[in-house]
Each structure stands twice: as C-alpha cells, then as structure tokens.
C-alpha cells in the first residue's frame, strides 16, 4: 500500500520564483495536513484540509503561501514569490479522520532551498 | 502554544531505560508521540486521548495526566533503532489540530 507522496522531494529556486510542492494522500485519507519543518521553529502546521475543505490556514505564514485540495487525491501547496527564508522542509501527512484519534501518516517531504 | 518537551536531548547506553516529557498549558484532548529519524518524516508511535484510552506499539508505553495536562514516554530496554527525534503533538479542546514540541533528540549506543 503506497504511503503519503510528495513530489518534488528536493527543490532547488532563486529569491522571487513560484514554488508549487504536490502531495498525495493515501487513499481512502479523508483529512490533509501540510507541515513545515526548520531547526528554528520546529514542525509547524501550515494549513489542514478535510474532506478537501480547508478548515484551519492558520499556521500560513502569509499570503505568499496558498494551498489548495481540488480533489481528494491531490494537494498542492504554492509560495509566490517565494524567499530565502521559505527555505524549509515541507510536510505532507494525512489522516483518516480529524479527531485526536486518528494517527498522521507523513510523506517523505519537500526540501526546498530558496538562494 | 507549543506544549514543552524535556529533556531536550539522552544518551543512552543500549538496554538502560528513558522517559521523555511532555507538558502543555492548554487543556488537552489527546496526545501523539512520533519519532523522527535523521532525513526521514516523522513516525508515529502513540496516541493518548482525554479519559485514558490509548492506541499505538505495544513496545512503547506512555501516560497522560489530563489534570496537569502532561504526558511521559517510556521507552525501556532500549535498543540502537530507539534512536531519533521525539515529538509530542498536543491537540487542544480549542483546535482540532496537532502542535507539536520542539523535540527530544535520543541516541542509544552500543
């Protein structure tokens, strides 16, 4: 059974360039997390999804950053323009359901460098 | 707000015994603990929820105090592959979402 996927798994841009991370859920996952991760600020929820809704953008750290779920196989997350200190790794997990119950199954993550 | 994980880093020798903490200011509706390799994504291990069930490894054990709202992770007898990055993540009664700690970084030598 395939896990979280997420492409590309490294990336490489310059200051001022569009990023655009996909991620995968497994199937049958109705809730989509994206995290991001740095030795700064640890692992930080940016944005959650269920049933392809976004219910909690919080954590987006500005509007450079949007994130949509067109369907429930696919996510993507967009930073425009990005900048040096986007530069991260990114995390896509999901989940079964939104309780406290249910597990996270992470993917191997984005790691982004923005010269 | 980011629950508080102590200590922040152990060195154990392989067999010796470990207990992770973890600590919120917030009233918890549950608990998850994952493990982080160095380069790999975070692997969960436990989920403690409010009124004292649990669900995950049966080699792992872990308790949740709601009152103080605290957890601790055990890990005994441990063995070279214990060794990563522990994360709690809190979910408050407020937000339906995890917060994780700044994690406990665990090293068992031979």
């Known amino acids: 059974d395939a896990g979280v996927i997420q492409s590309p798994r490294h990336e490489v841009t310059e200051m001022g360039q569009e990023v655009t991370l996909r991620c995968k859920p497994i199937s049958g996952h109705n809730s989509l997390f994206w995290y991001r991760q740095t030795m700064m600020r640890g692992l930080e929820l940016l944005i959650y999804?269920?049933?392809?809704?976004?219910?909690?953008d919080s954590g987006m750290p500005e509007d450079r950053f949007s994130a949509k779920m067109p369907n429930a196989s696919f996510s993507t997350l967009k930073i425009q323009p990005s900048e040096p200190r986007d530069s991260a790794v990114y995390f896509c997990a999901s989940s079964a359901g939104t309780s406290g119950y249910n597990e996270q199954f992470f993917g191997p993550g984005t790691r982004l460098t923005v010269l | 707000q980011q629950p508080v994980q102590s200590p922040q880093a152990v060195i154990l020798r392989e067999g010796e015994d470990a207990v992770i903490n973890c600590s919120s200011s917030?009233?918890?509706?549950?608990v998850h603990w994952y493990r982080q390799k160095h380069g790999e994504a975070p692997v969960f291990l436990m989920i403690l929820l409010k009124g004292g069930e649990q669900k995950g490894h049966e080699k792992i054990s872990a308790s949740f105090n709601e009152k103080k709202q605290q957890s601790s992770l055990y890990l005994t007898a441990s063995q070279l592959s214990y060794s990563g990055t522990y994360f709690c993540g809190t979910e408050d009664t407020g937000r339906r979402a995890l917060t994780f700690g700044s994690g406990t970084r665990l090293q068992v030598q031979p």
């Open positions: 999804f269920n049933n392809n809704v976004p219910i909690d």
């Open positions: 917030k009233a918890l509706y549950s």
